[in-house]
T-cell receptor, first 118, second 109 residues
Framework: GAVVSQHPSWVICKSGTSVKIECRSL??????MFWYRQFPKQSLMLMAT?????????EQGVEKDKFLINHASLTLSTLTVTSAHPEDSSFYIC??????????????FGPGTRLTVL | AQRVTQPEKLLSVFKGAPVELKCNYS??????LFWYVQYSRQRLQLLLR??SRESIKGFTADLNKGETSFHLKKPFAQEEDSAMYYC???????????FGQGTRLTINP
């Protein structure tokens, strides 16, 4: 099946620094990738939809200057949390959607990245 | 507005008993409905989708447009079914999924 990886799996950083999280589709091309945030014991909240070669579409209430998304290729999207603060600590999950094929509407999820900001 | 409601945060049943995880949605058009599952320490994965009308791991879900529901059912629960289950909706022509709050299912031996 289609595999999505995330790197790093966990990261601890100091307040004020920036952190980059990578999301890769390993064995398929993904025209669309999605970034979610999940708080403990809560559901996934969509942050933004990322289409290859174009600007990301952010959900209401998500600061695009704080959460920079780059989808430079069909297999890689990055999320950069700029000037991170403790309230940005969370579990960040990406997903990728197949570019065509029988699983057209299926999203494949990465394992998530745990961010802790001290 | 699109909304998915899973009224039960926690559900506990005994092995071999029937299980039903409830999901109600709010959407004005014709949605696509999905059930995703997350086993302990694993990533979220698709369990089934309503358009496929399939049974996966003994689970089925029927879209009831009149009641705006997409409940997940299994006649005989197994211990390995213990997991977090999320109901999700995709609107017509939309790319994104809207998730419910999730239900943690525990199957007792």
């Amino acid at each position: 099946g289609a595999v999505v990886s995330q790197h790093p799996s966990w990261v601890i950083c100091k307040s004020g620094t920036s952190v980059k999280i990578e999301c890769r589709s390993l064995d398929f091309q993904a025209t669309t990738m999605f970034w979610y945030r999940q708080f403990p014991k809560q559901s996934l909240m969509l942050m933004a939809t990322s289409n290859e070669g174009s600007k990301a579409t952010y959900e209401q209430g998500v600061e695009k200057d704080k959460f920079l998304i780059n989808h430079a290729s069909l297999t890689l999207s990055t999320l950069t949390v700029t000037s991170a603060h403790p309230e940005d600590s969370s579990f960040y999950i990406c997903s990728a959607r197949l570019a065509g094929g029988p699983g057209l509407h299926e999203q494949f999820f990465g394992p998530g990245t745990r961010l802790t900001v001290l | 507005a699109q909304r998915v409601t899973q009224p039960e945060k926690l559900l506990s049943v005994f092995k071999g008993a029937p299980v039903e995880l409830k999901c109600n949605y709010s959407y004005s058009g014709s949605p696509e409905l999905f059930w995703y599952v997350q086993y302990s320490r694993q990533r979220l994965q698709l369990l089934l989708r309503h358009i496929s009308r399939e049974s996966i791991k003994g689970f089925t879900a029927d879209l009831n447009k009149g009641e705006t529901s997409f409940h997940l059912k299994k006649p005989f629960a197994q211990e390995e079914d213990s997991a977090m289950y999320y109901c999700a909706l995709k609107g017509q022509g939309a790319q994104k999924l809207v998730f419910g709050q999730g239900t943690r299912l525990t199957i007792n031996p």
